[in-house]
């Protein structure tokens, strides 16, 4: 498997850059995706320095591609991952020796595996949030030998009724997660090594913008009141699991909060990965924007009337509630939009904007996705374009025959 190099790489510039994936890419025949090495090196040094010391875990489901995790995984401030599934993590654990899951697991199959392999067992650390998950484990691998286990802390906003974030943990309080933290520690066959606590309202919404009906300026308040009341009550539970066993991690953030969750002392880890790529629902954060470093190339099959053509495939829409949020964004030529009516289709995109015109059969159009490693279910290559050609193609997980979900 080929693989890249970060360390050295050129300044990424941003004028020029899709003319430059374009011109390096002229003899590839779409629908393809193309990585650029400067904007992602740029884009994991840039995360490492507003870690500013706390160390960066690679949430792979934003990357799915092996030889860009084992590339970052080099750089300094970089170290373990986060996994989405079990299989995942034991496919990843042969050659990370810090395989963190993200997720808890039902997966019978696989935890039995784990439960076989020394290895693996070392490796990786397995996610619960209540008593159940331990029962779940014990019933798929019965007398399994001790497994790593992280424990979770729900990091919503609770505000009255209101509730601000994401429906993981049920252990919102820090004297709940104690109580989970002794079960695990007083369970035969697990211990206890960690605690994660991801704070979806501030690290996966954007801050410059609006959300719905709320505007920029009330999501950027609830945000604030968010980082003061998860600071002190994600404090007052770590304190509280110290106190049942020793841990080796603290992970919080995600690529969007990486500065206010390295200032909360509690957290020993950040975990981040959709920076990397740089996919267009990051583009509304005050504090940071990520280059583009992967983007898609479609063709141009059709012609149907001034100011617009037809592309090949391109419904290539991300996972969440649906809006217009979650299609790609039509990158260059500028000035070209998708067609309302239509969106991005199966089989063909329409795009509109008077560059159309100046657009033949065979033209290439550069879309973004929304979320970062989505794309890569779709697609079996990536390739990696520096200075103005392409170095190499590496295989995403499907090129390895993997899929994550």
């Known amino acids: 498997m080929s693989g890249i190099r970060l360390e050295g790489a050129a300044p990424w ?7 430059r994936l374009d011109a390096a890419t002229a003899h590839l025949d779409g ?13 994991a040094a840039d995360m490492a320095r507003r870690a500013a010391g706390t160390r960066l875990r690679l949430a792979t489901k934003s990357v799915r591609s092996r030889p860009v995790i084992e590339a970052v995984l080099r750089l300094p401030g970089w170290h373990g991952v986060l996994a989405a599934t079990l299989p995942e993590a034991l496919w990843l654990a042969a050659t990370v020796d810090d395989v963190l899951l993200g997720y808890p697991t039902v997966d019978r199959g696989a935890l039995r595996a784990l439960a076989a392999d020394d290895l693996a067992r070392e490796r990786v650390t397995l996610m619960v ?32 009724p209101l509730r601000a974030g994401v429906r993981r943990s049920p252990q919102h309080r820090p004297e709940q997660l104690r109580a989970l933290a002794r079960a695990v520690a007083d369970r035969r066959g697990f211990r ?14 954007q801050d410059a913008r609006s959300r719905g009906l709320a505007p920029a300026a009330a999501v950027r308040a609830m945000q604030g009141l968010s980082r003061r009341e998860l600071r002190e009550r994600r404090g007052a539970a770590i304190a509280a699991v ?12 995600g690529t969007g909060s990486i500065e206010s969750t390295a200032a909360d002392a509690s957290v020993t880890e950040i975990g981040a990965g959709s920076g990397l790529f740089g996919p267009h629902l990051f583009d509304g954060y005050r504090s940071f924007r ?13 012609r149907p009337g001034p100011g617009s053509v037809t592309l090949l495939g391109g419904g290539w829409v991300a996972s969440g509630p649906a809006g217009v949020d979650k299609q ?78």
């Open 13 to 19: 510039l941003a004028e020029g850059h899709w003319r």
């Open 31 to 43: 629908p393809f995706a193309a990585l650029s090495l400067e904007a992602l090196a740029h884009n």
């Open 129 to 160: 949030d209540s008593v159940e998950h331990l029962d779940a484990i014990d019933r798929a691998a019965p007398g399994h030998p001790e497994l790593r286990v992280a424990i979770e802390l729900d990091a919503s906003l609770e505000v009255g």
């Open 192 to 205: 206890l090594v960690g605690v994660m606590a991801y704070e979806a309202q501030i690290a996966g919404v």
């Open 242 to 253: 110290r106190e049942v066993a020793e841990l080796e991690l603290v992970n919080g953030g």
């Open 290 to 302: 990520p280059a583009p470093a992967l983007a898609f190339a479609l063709p141009v099959v059709r």
């Open 328 to 405: 790609p964004l039509v990158a260059w030529p500028e000035g070209m939009r998708l067609d309302p009516r239509e969106g991005a289709g199966e089989v063909q995109t329409p795009v509109l904007g008077e560059a159309a015109d100046r657009l033949r059969l065979g033209d290439r159009v550069w879309l973004r996705h929304a979320k970062a490693g989505e794309l890569c279910e779709r697609i079996d290559r990536l390739h990696v374009v520096s200075g103005d050609q392409v170095v190499t193609s590496i295989p995403t997980y499907r090129g390895e025959g993997r899929a994550l979900l």
